[in-house]
């Protein structure tokens, strides 16, 4: 194959040569001179191109990173909250519940009983609307952060979505990167399930809706009007 190669390649200087040797200095230099601009931007397309891959790499490596900065081991503040959510009294039984029941909410009456949980509840929902927000203007990788915090995301929101609807009656922009991203990331969860049970795993925060999220943008699963029931069939109790 190699031989065949450099015969072909043989073959072709020999033609070029005796081409170049049939034309006058002026059009040799001329033709010279075309071949070295033509080469010249070939590589410069090849440089510009390898540039633009290693850049494309490099955020999407840092956007990697910047996911792996939400993981609770990086973020003491956060850690130390869920832990003291997780072992109060009026709370672990929720925290242990939700395991096996995704649709566990806190009554907003009981976390009003528990002033004091009220800043660590608001330290673990701006963690996660901070990665939401994060992910929406392309800083943090979905993916990643996904594979690592999506049963999070999403057991934070179900817990506490009868606190986040009270706070977004008087914000209601409040925490919508946060829920539009629960939502997304639930509904994909529960695609493989819908059809064997779909309203056994529904998860409350889908009917907390948000400034730019509705009932209208959603897929009409089972799961969805079950949630929307509220807009769907406002006299059902």
Known sequence: MFDVVLTMASDLFFVIFEWLKSLNWAETLSFLSSLGVMIGIFLGLK?????????????????????????????????????ILEGADMFKEYYKKIKKDR??????AIIK???????????????????ALAIDVSVADEETAKAMTRTNVINTM????????????????KYDHLIRLATKWHMARETKN?????????????????????????????????????????GKT
């Open 103 to 108: 649709s566990t909410t806190i009554p907003i």
């Open 194 to 234: 819908r059809d064997k049970n779909p309203l056994k795993s529904c998860v409350p925060v889908l009917s907390l809706g948000s400034s730019e999220l509705s009932y209208e943008d959603m897929p009409k699963t089972p799961l969805v009007e079950k949630m929307f029931e509220h807009v769907t069939n406002p």
């Open 113 to 131: 009983e528990k002033k004091d949980a009220i800043k660590n509840i608001v330290v673990l929902l701006a963690h996660w609307e901070n990665l």
């Open 47 to 83: 440089s510009l191109a390898q540039q633009k891959k290693d850049l494309s790499s490099n955020v999407n490596w840092k956007s990697r990173l910047k996911s792996l900065d939400y993981s609770r081991s990086n973020c003491p503040k956060y850690d130390e909250s869920q832990s």
């Open 158 to 173: 179900t817990l506490y979505s009868e606190f986040i609807k009270e706070e977004k009656g008087a914000a209601p922009g």
